[in-house]
């Protein structure tokens, strides 16, 4: 699925299931719950804390699925292409960082 045909499909599935798109302060408090369990996840698989019990079984790809989403939602709602802001941004970073992390000590 490209991210023009989730963009649609997400467009689709507001109109028809969710009845309407929540408004866009909601949906960013909504990005930002979203957001706050993926890093739940992250600290307790790959940093010190560890899993309650109850927590095991969550699943890391379900939850970056819930904040694409959402920021999808926020695109549709705003006008934003995320295909063209992607390539847009993809550029900058391309001619901003073109010798930086090549010459950055840190990364080797």
Same mark, same amino acid.
């Given at each position: 699925?490209?991210?023009?045909?989730?963009?649609?499909?997400?467009?689709?599935?507001?109109?028809?299931?969710?009845?309407?798109?929540?408004?866009? !302060?909601?949906?960013?408090?909504? /990005?930002?719950?979203?957001? $706050?369990?993926?890093?739940?996840?992250?600290?307790? &698989?790959?940093? @010190?804390?560890?899993?309650?019990?109850?927590?095991?079984?969550?699943?890391?790809?379900?939850?970056?699925?819930?904040? !694409?989403?959402?920021?999808?939602? /926020?695109?549709?709602?705003? $006008?934003?292409?995320?295909?063209?802001?992607?390539? &847009?941004?993809? @550029?900058?970073?391309?001619?901003?960082?073109?010798?930086?992390?090549?010459?950055?000590?840190?990364?080797?």
């Amino acid at each position: 699925m490209t991210i023009e045909e989730a963009q649609n499909t997400v467009e689709k599935w507001i109109n028809s299931t969710g009845i309407r798109y929540f408004n866009e !302060l909601t949906n960013t408090a909504i /990005l930002m719950e979203e957001v $706050g369990e993926v890093a739940r996840i992250m600290a307790r &698989k790959y940093g @010190e804390q560890s899993f309650k019990k109850s927590e095991e079984d969550q699943d890391l790809g379900d939850e970056f699925a819930d904040v !694409l989403f959402v920021l999808i939602c /926020l695109a549709n709602q705003t $006008g934003i292409n995320l295909t063209e802001a992607l390539q &847009k941004n993809l @550029e900058k970073k391309s001619i901003r960082d073109a010798e930086r992390h090549e010459n950055n000590t840190k990364l080797r």
